[in-house]
């Protein structure tokens, strides 16, 4: 099955499921999408690390365990941000739904849209509402 076919499936499965911290949320969302469509997570080591007791942790606690400043360091230190319209399987972020601790939501782009979680399943959002996009290196 290809890329896109695998996206949509997993997007079909997550349609009507509720975010819950820990089991469906905008990281879990994210990296178990790049795992379903490359095989593995653009952040596998960082499963389960972001929360205590069901709890979020907070900027400090977070700036310990994973060594950086902020959320985009992080993630560029993993994928290639891009300034382009994000190709399908980009992780993306918007400030256009709720944000989080990291000050954005993310999500993965459809190659049309950018999709990302809600309280009870998923939220299309156009190219227009993303913040920033990364790709995965080559």
Known sequence: MDTRHLLMDYLE???NKPFEWGKH???TFTNTAYRKMFGQGWADDWVGRYINNSTTLNRNELKK?????DFTDAVDARLK???YAP???ALVTT???????????MGISTGKKA????KEGILYLP???IHQAWIKPK
């Open 13 to 15: 499965d997550c349609k």
């Open 25 to 27: 949320d905008c990281f």
């Open 65 to 69: 365990e994973f060594g950086f400043s």
């Open 81 to 83: 941000r891009i300034s």
């Open 87 to 89: 190709p399908l399987g």
């Open 95 to 105: 400030k256009q739904c709720r944000k989080w601790l990291i000050g954005v939501a």
């Open 115 to 118: 999709v990302f979680l809600d």
């Open 127 to 129: 190219f227009d509402d």
